[in-house]
């Protein structure tokens, strides 16, 4: 690596200006977790105890073993989670990329409204629409299955998506289009072999996002439409550490560190793509 | 005309998919919501068309407090969301070793199941056992231990606070992705007119982040004025009411007394508050974006 | 075939007229360029006739055949985009035989068409590299390759070399003269560089405001610009113009007269012009240092020396009139010190009060007519 | 195939006691299957109504009897008559929870009792006599002051968060004190009787755990167990947790305030409710009442530990009480004991009912003033 | 003052060598020009002087200070970039404005100096506008304005004016020679456009490869190359380049052989030059049509009419070695028809086998010796 250019040489007191700024930042973004990962690690009878200790007496990591034992399901959850999230993520993106691309090219009559109309969708919360869409799904006849956690999480997750992945999309330069189209490509034939190549980055971006949003943040479409344990995904699986009179904290948090531990992983090594996919400037040829 | 058509049918192809799916999925319970709004729905069997009574309800005089306090709950998590997200984008920007870790540990956040989120805020606020006031005890900076969400001033904070925290990564990497697609020549330019660090970017960098903070302050106020979970969790609008927003209103209407009608036309409300909302923020985009492009 | 008719074509943008009904006939084979000031409407023409923009008004026709509603592809047209428009994803094998893929063509024969282009544009070592990897030259010929493949009747350029370094240009000019001479298929090239205008085309087209100013071969626009618009956009340094006085027509030419001086033009006299204010040009190139029919004392403010000639900039007189002449060589003027430059009568051009140009008439022996034949070029 | 019951069953999962009777009923019932639903706590009860809202009502569900009454109304629920003799086995007054308009709705299968824990530690710290509980509010007012005052460590636990447990906690206040939130159809909260609970809480907060309203009852109970307060009024878990920890801790009956005419405290039941429109309430009502019968309703309730006070007097029980006296406190407060009021919306009473507790704690209103809006909110609710 | 002086300046990116020890010395007030190909380190060099990069061995000194160290604004340097660097947000009076505001000028002191420099770059009646709503011209100007305004030692440009079209550049060419005349301050200036370093420098310094190929005027280096590659480099088109045996050295200079002929080019002679193979040089404006001191008849390929005049393009034997010519005017002369050209010697450039030029003598007396000197010009 080569030294950074003299713009970005710091002086020592802006580096320790800089480092103390992350940490700040940091701090306020992890001290949460610590919070958890502390509790994880707690005697369940030594959780509630004053006065504070940032450093827990007789701290095991006993929880990460007994949480398998008190909720037996949990890697189902995981896997359930996954599961959904990977199919909610490739019909998102299926349905999304037409449509993105629909929006970053072509203006049409009604095209304002529509992409409106798509964000509009965020504007209700699915808490209100709960059982409307109960209604639907049962109607359907996919209450109980893995369908009941992905048509509705597929629905709410298309709007951002669009969005998203048009901007990236207005990006790649219309001559790409235009030559396709000189050279007698039909307009799908276009998507496919140039746009799609293309646009790759961006669909990246919209995956991660995507995912994440499936992943780690349905949680009433499960509750509500789904009554299979089998079937739970995550964010339900770690209700089951609530019993009536006790909730397992450190279990609970145990588990919630094991149960985004996979995402995490695939953030880590997603992040760079992440960052640059977000605005990455125009395509380079 | 042929050529003209053809794309304008390919482009309708292209979004008929995502289109048809949302209207079934997501449309059609909204025009049942909507019509739901205007009668007595409940858990009884039968319905009655009611009219307006339901809007009428909802304007009495609790519910313009509700109001008030959603705009302002939302108004504070919007801003300081934009500030922290600026300060941590500005902050992962500079170029110091360390930083791509750095950039992961902004994440966990948006990766965490809400709930979970919550509940280690729920710990933390917690006044015999939590690590605020447990620090702050220990510091000696507070005599006793300190409740945050058992007083209305402080609980109205904590839920903000909490739900900055959920949204930050996210503005956070938006920001970050918008700074450095800000061509490094002017940086230069000001760099060789003598502009120190901070002078660039409170005269570059602020004012060319300003369309992306935009963007992202109206996707977050749709989710903010929508923020649902924080506040159920950590204090289900309490305590006397202090941290009740429109949509827990709601929630508590159409779930928890079963007043499905009354629910649906405060959902319906909500809807064009926040439309009205987004209709004055594009217009304000667009003028902040005309005549600024390089 | 290649032949291409445009009738009346005219376009819109809302209620703005960018093309006002222009009207060309080009032949099969011929290579066309049009020139004119930025946003004079030459990308659009040229998008127009390619079917990548609709056209308001008027038809196109090509072998024929009315072509409005065709997509570009049934037009028989390529294009060459001044971005070049690579597929950045593909290699140039897979860029090159973009359009016969669409076609589904059969490998064997695909691969023998674009191994056959890539050998005539000299890119046969690269056609494994993806365009990233290219330069700027490279990459224009993979755009030209993949527009050839097709064998298309007319090719179409937009501005091909505009991205291109001076000496690169130079070489990509010579190469696509050659590539025309070779394929023999119409031509028609969009550029803002006079010398490639001058160079490679066998007409030129010159628009200004959505109207063609004036179609001929190069040289006929250089010697015989049918306006002060045409006479200033070609030629570089630019035409000086001169306000002069009618003073009287003759079989001759036309009698001006220029602070005092008055010289015969030799150009198609009209009636009824004398003491109409007429506009009198002359190149910066024809003017010498000494005396001639016309002798201007000037003092340059800037003198230009390029190695192979020198380029001296004055005003004159307080009209804030500018004058610009072009001497050979390394002249032994200086700034700043008065010098006497000479024109010619005959290599002046003369306008009227409209800027129309009179006929010019001395000089036509001068140039070999037979220049002027396209083919003979 | 096998006709089923679907059972929503609220926690984290099946009671193995309750898995045994299920096989034995079913061993029971050729042809019939009952198929639960583990459903965490927090959600169970939401989503039994969502579902009988929606149209796809579950066989049988496990909710708080106090929404038995709404149910009913909305005719979303068959009753289930008792017979007398069926009533006559369960403790006193515990029918009532779930009876409505004479008629039973739902079969208990969970109850909950309160009596005082205090700690005598701190009792002693403060220069109380350790092994004299308060009797009356008066003294526990008094205690509370004390132990704030002398150890700097608060004397109560007063739980006020957004939480349907801060109206059940009130609730005991008001039927240790002899007073009523509805009578019939008559709302009659505005009482003196309520007033002085009302009171009562406003004078004990201040030597209560700083920030009520930010507890729950399990917060204030782990608050307790950490010896960081004096009292609180809790159920039979806490002794439970209590036997772990080194505090010296003893459980009387809850203080009884001056109107009171014996010991008292809130009834609160859990019933098995069976939805109406499944096609199978017949067998429903059969498996409800024999998944609560006796006997393995005995062995369930009595595992110790989960908090549960046990539904019928039986011989089994007086052994177990013999056994463990801290059980006695919490048994013979059922006695005076009142049920959860039946509210038509019992979530619009409850939110009435923690918007008046809270406004007094936090010092936002007078109790007079808090009381008169609670009353008047709560006609629309009944 | 704005003396600058290089002492072996090297740079380094990782192993790469970008820079190979660079010397020169910028007297006050001069207009330095660097050219070279694309990626010979141009910007690099003036991006050290900036600061904007690190110097990695050697010493910048600014008016006898070391400034290796210093940041750009205590250089007392101002820079004008390629792409402008405009602030986009900003009108442009405060794009003007802004290094003002850095140093916390008073407002009216400023507002006078924006204004000042706003007038001197005919920008007045823009000062409200955002850059956005500029031409390329005008923007030009305002970064040329926002480094004014500061009032720096030393100026630095790199190809301030590439993304003009060619009608601007040219006008931007004169206003900045205007500027620097007025200005008087020392301007570094970086551009790949032979036309701009002939006509702006006082002193071009030919970039090659990380070193220093030649400094001096335009018109030396026009005249006199040291190398073959300042020769091919500096002139429009290439100059040509013949192998030619050395025949004998005398006093006259060197006669050599071409294909039979010989000639006696005027150089000053090296001893021990008999038989080795040199490279003449020639340039395409000094090949007549007839004969010369050398004749060579050859068949033209490509002919380019430019009007002003003609350039033609043949290739000499099967070497593949590439002949052009330019020609005065409309010259006479065909595509594919034999024409005999001649070559003066006195036109001729002569160079080693290492590609070293023979110092010229003959033509020093054409040209006036006084345009040599910088100041004159
Ligand atoms: N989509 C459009 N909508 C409205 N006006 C347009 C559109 N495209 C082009 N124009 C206008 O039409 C005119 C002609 O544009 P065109 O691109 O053809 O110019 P040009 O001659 O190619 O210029 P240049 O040399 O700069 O490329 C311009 O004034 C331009 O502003
Ligand atoms: N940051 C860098 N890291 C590595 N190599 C670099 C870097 N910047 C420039 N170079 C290399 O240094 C060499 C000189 O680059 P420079 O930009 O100075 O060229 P230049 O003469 O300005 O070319 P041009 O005319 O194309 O602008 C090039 O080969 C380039 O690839
Ligand atoms: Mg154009
Ligand atoms: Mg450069």
């Known amino acids: 690596m080569s030294q950074p250019a003299l713009i970005n040489r710091y002086r020592w007191y802006e580096l320790v200006g800089i480092y103390a700024g992350i940490f700040v930042f940091l701090s306020f973004i992890l001290a949460p977790f610590v919070e958890g990962f502390l509790v994880s690690l707690k005697p369940l009878s030594l959780l509630f105890s004053s006065p504070y200790r940032f450093w827990p007496e007789n701290g095991s990591f006993a929880a990460y073993r007994t949480m398998w034992v008190s909720v037996p399901g949990f890697a189902r959850y995981i896997f359930n989670s996954f599961f959904v999230s990977i199919i909610v993520t490739a019909v998102v993106l299926a349905l999304v990329v037409p449509a993105a691309y629909a929006f970053a090219r072509f203006r049409f009559r009604g095209s304002g409204p529509l992409l409106a109309a798509f964000l509009a969708v965020n504007m209700f919360s699915g808490a209100v629409l709960l059982i409307p869409l109960f209604r639907l799904m049962r109607s359907f006849g996919v209450l109980n299955t893995y369908f009941a956690m992905i048509v509705p999480g597929v629905a709410f997750l298309i709007p951002s998506a669009i969005w998203l992945l048009r901007t990236y999309m207005m990006r790649i330069p219309r001559e790409l289009d235009e030559a396709a189209f000189v050279d007698g490509a039909s307009h799908f034939y276009t998507l496919r072999r140039v746009i799609l190549p293309i646009a790759m980055p961006g669909i990246t971006v919209v995956a991660i996002t995507t995912f994440i949003g499936s992943y780690a943040q349905q949680f009433i479409f499960a509750l509500t439409f789904n009554s299979k344990t089998e079937y739970m995904p995550l964010p339900v699986g770690l209700f089951a550490y609530f019993g009536r009179q006790e909730v397992v904290w450190n279990e609970l948090m145990a588990a919630s560190f094991v149960g985004i531990a996979p995402a995490v992983v695939v953030i880590f090594f997603l992040q760079r793509y992440l960052v640059s996919g977000l605005t990455a400037g125009a395509v380079k040829q | 005309m042929s050529v003209r058509r053809s794309t304008v049918i390919f482009a309708w192809i292209l979004l008929l998919p995502a289109l048809l799916y949302v209207s079934v999925i997501v449309a059609y319970p909204l025009v049942d919501t909507f019509i739901l709004s205007f009668t007595d729905a409940s858990l009884k069997k039968t319905t009655k068309w009611v009219g307006t009574v339901n809007y009428d309800k909802i304007f009495n005089s609790t519910f313009a407090e509700v109001i008030v306090r959603t705009f302002v709950w939302t108004f504070f998590s919007v801003s300081i969301k934009m500030i922290i997200g600026t300060f941590g984008a500005v902050m992962l920007n500079a170029a110091v070793p360390g930083r791509a870790l750095f950039r992961v540990l902004t994440m966990p956040p948006w990766i965490v199941p809400m709930a979970i989120g919550i509940f280690m805020w729920g710990w933390m606020y917690n006044g015999q056992f939590g690590m605020i006031s447990g620090v702050l005890q220990n510091m000696g900076l507070v005599d006793g231990p300190i409740a945050f969400l058992a007083h209305g001033s402080t609980a109205f904070w904590a839920t903000i606070i909490t739900d900055v925290w959920i949204g930050v990564p996210l503005v956070t990497l938006y920001l970050l992705a918008s700074i450095q697609a800000i061509p490094q020549d002017l940086y230069e330019a000001a760099w060789t007119d003598g502009a120190g660090r901070f002078y660039r970017f409170r005269r570059i960098t602020l004012p060319l982040l300003v369309p992306a903070m935009i963007t992202m302050s109206m996707l977050s106020l749709i989710a903010t004025f929508n923020s649902f979970d924080i506040i159920w969790i950590l204090t289900q609008g309490g305590p006397n009411g202090d941290t009740t927003t429109m949509i827990i209103d709601t929630y508590r209407t159409a779930i928890g007394s079963k007043k499905y009608g009354e629910g649906a036309a405060r959902a319906v409300v909500i809807c064009i508050f926040l439309s009205i909302f987004c209709l004055l923020y594009f217009r304000v985009t667009h003028r902040l974006a005309s005549g600024e492009s390089r | 075939m290649g032949q291409l008719n445009l009738k009346k074509v005219q376009k819109f943008y809302g209620t703005y007229e960018v093309l006002k009904g222009v009207e060309l006939e080009v032949r099969n084979g011929e290579f066309v360029v049009f020139v004119g000031p930025s946003g004079c409407g030459k990308s659009t023409l040229l998008r127009m006739i390619a079917g990548l923009d609709e056209t308001t008004a008027g038809d196109i026709v090509i072998d024929g055949k009315r072509v ?260 050979p060589g390394t002249a032994a003027i200086r700034a700043d010190e008065e010098v006497r430059t000479g024109i010619r009568a005959a290599d002046c051009h003369l306008f009227d009060e409209n800027g129309i140009a009179f006929e010019r008439r001395a000089e036509m022996t001068d140039i070999d007519m037979a220049l002027f034949d396209p083919a003979a070029a | 195939a096998d006709q089923e019951i679907s059972w929503i069953y609220c926690g984290d999962k099946i009671d193995p006691i309750h898995e045994k009777y299920i096989k034995e009923w079913e061993g029971k019932n050729a042809g019939w299957k009952v198929v639960p639903e583990v459903v965490g706590w927090a959600q169970c009860q939401d989503k039994a109504t969502t579902l009988a809202a929606a149209g796809t009502p579950v066989g049988m569900a496990y909710v708080g009897s106090r929404t038995l009454k709404e149910f009913a109304e909305n005719d979303m629920i068959v009753p289930v008559p008792m017979t007398e003799e069926e009533k006559k086995s369960y403790y006193p007054n515990i029918v009532d929870t779930v009876t409505f308009e004479d008629n039973q709705w739902g079969v208990p299968i969970a109850f909950s009792t309160k009596a005082l824990y205090w700690n005598k530690d701190l009792f002693k710290q403060a220069g109380l006599d350790p092994e004299t509980p308060p009797k009356t509010w008066a003294e526990e007012i008094a205690f509370a002051k004390q132990i704030k005052e002398k150890t700097g460590i608060a004397g109560y636990g007063l739980p006020a968060k957004t939480f349907d447990n801060t109206m059940h906690q009130f609730m005991h206040w008001v039927y240790t004190n002899n007073g009523k939130v509805i009578d019939g159809d008559k709302i009659v909260v505005d009482s003196p009787e309520v ?173 007079v003033d808090a009381l008169k809006k609670a009353a008047g909110e709560l006609e629309q609710y009944k």
Request: one cysteine or more; a negative charge.
């Open chain 4, 195 to 367: 007033l002085a609970a009302l009171q009562a809480y406003k004078d004990i907060t201040p030597y209560s755990v700083e920030g009520a309203t930010a507890y729950e009852q399990n917060e204030i109970r782990a608050i307790f167990l950490d010896g960081k307060a004096g009292m609180i009024q809790s159920g039979s878990g806490a002794a439970a947790l209590l036997k772990d920890t080194k505090i010296n801790w003893g459980i009387a009956p809850l203080p009884l305030g001056p109107s009171a005419k014996g010991e008292g405290t809130l009834l609160i039941t859990d019933s098995l409710a069976i939805f109406k429109g499944t096609g199978v309430e017949e067998k429903a009502i059969e498996f409800a009442k024999f998944i609560t019968s006796p006997g393995p309703q005995g062995e369930y309730e009595l595992q110790g530990g989960a908090g549960l006070t046990p539904l019928r007097p039986s011989p089994k029980v007086d052994e177990f009480v013999k056994a463990d006296p801290s059980w006695k406190p919490l048994i013979d407060g059922i006695g005076y004991g009142g049920p959860e009021p039946l509210f038509t919306d019992y979530k619009g009473f409850q939110n009435a009912m923690i918007d008046m507790v809270q406004s007094v704690v936090t010092g936002k209103a007078e109790p």
């Open chain 3, 68 to 327: 409005n509603d065709l997509p570009p592809v049934k037009r028989g047209i390529a294009m060459v985009f001044q971005s070049y428009a690579l597929y950045p994803h593909m290699t140039v094998f897979e860029n090159i035989a973009f359009p016969l893929r669409v076609e589904k063509m059969p490998e064997e024969k695909l691969k023998a068409k674009v191994e056959h282009a890539a050998r005539i544009l000299h890119l046969d070592q690269r056609l494994q590299q993806k365009p990233g990897m290219l330069s700027g030259g490279q990459r224009q010929r993979v755009a030209i390759g993949r527009a050839i493949v097709r064998e298309p009747k007319i090719f179409l350029f937009d501005e091909p070399l505009s991205n291109l370094d001076a000496a690169l240009r130079a070489d990509m000019r010579i190469e696509l003269a050659k590539l025309h001479q070779q394929l023999k298929a119409t031509m028609i090239y969009v550029t803002h560089d006079q010398v490639e205008a001058m160079t490679m085309a066998d007409r030129i087209v010159v628009l200004n405001a959505g109207e063609i100013a004036q179609t001929g071969a190069p040289l006929e626009l250089y010697h015989k610009p049918a306006n002060t618009f045409v006479a200033g956009f070609i030629g570089n340094p630019k035409m000086n113009f001169l306000p002069v006085t009618c003073k009287s027509v003759s079989d001759a030419g036309v009698e001006v007269e220029y602070k005092g001086q008055t010289a015969i033009i030799p150009v198609t006299p009209r009636s009824g012009m004398a003491g109409a204010t007429l506009t009198l040009g002359v190149r910066p190139e024809h003017i010498q240092v000494g005396s001639g029919d016309l002798t201007l004392a000037v003092t340059p403010s800037v003198i230009e020396r390029l190695g192979a000639h020198t380029v001296a900039y004055a005003s004159l007189g307080g009209e804030g009139e500018n004058y610009c002449a072009m001497l």
